[in-house]
């Protein structure tokens, strides 16, 4: 089996894994909120993410650049998360390996792609990941300045997640239903 299949594989588990969770958190917050539209639910659901991936970066830049991959592996655990619960307030279908590669392929967007080709996107993630490291080393070699660094780019990281997926999947939900057929 070739890389890009077993990482595809280990994509779609994970998935799988998050939606029953996904689908919890947006009942709760339904529940909370009866009153409130699919677009107030995501806004409450992106701002809990980036509250929770804020402090994590301080948290985690407080330690330098020790806890960079565990670091990245919290935030892109946070994103997947979000682009799940915001597809579910959408009512969008997610156990269809398509629906699968859309989230990546949202995940790919919100991180500043221009095009998706889902056979490269998971190697485009990992570069994306490097990068990102790469780019936060100098920052995490004085932890004061790292912390809110750290915090302050998460939170925009999850902004622009959150945002990428409300437009998909919120545009997919005002589209004409195709018809059924009797």
């Known amino acids: 089996m070739a890389l890009t299949e077993r990482l595809l594989e280990r994509w779609q588990t994970l998935v799988l894994g998050e939606i029953g969770r996904a689908r919890e958190r947006v009942r709760k917050l339904r529940r909370k909120h009866p009153g ?28 330098g650049a020790v806890t960079l991959p565990a670091d990245f592996a919290f935030v892109t655990y946070l994103e997947v998360a979000l682009i799940l619960e915001i597809a579910t307030v959408f009512g ?16 790919e967007y919100a991180r500043g792609a221009k095009s998706s080709l889902v056979a490269t996107t998971l190697t485009r993630i990992a570069g994306s990941a490097v990068r990102r490291l790469a780019g936060k080393l100098p920052a ?16 925009r990281a999850l902004g622009r997640v959150g945002e990428t997926a409300v437009r998909f999947y919120g545009t997919m939900n005002k589209l004409p239903r195709p018809a059924q057929p009797h």
């Open 36 to 63: 409130a539209s699919p677009d107030e639910i995501a806004v409450r659901l992106i701002r809990t993410k980036q509250y929770i991936a804020t402090a994590g970066g301080a948290v985690s830049g407080l330690f």
């Open 92 to 107: 969008a279908t997610l156990k269809t390996p398509r629906a699968q590669r859309e989230v990546l392929e949202v995940l």
């Open 140 to 155: 995490r070699a004085i932890p004061l300045v790292a912390a809110p660094v750290s915090a302050a780019m998460h939170r």
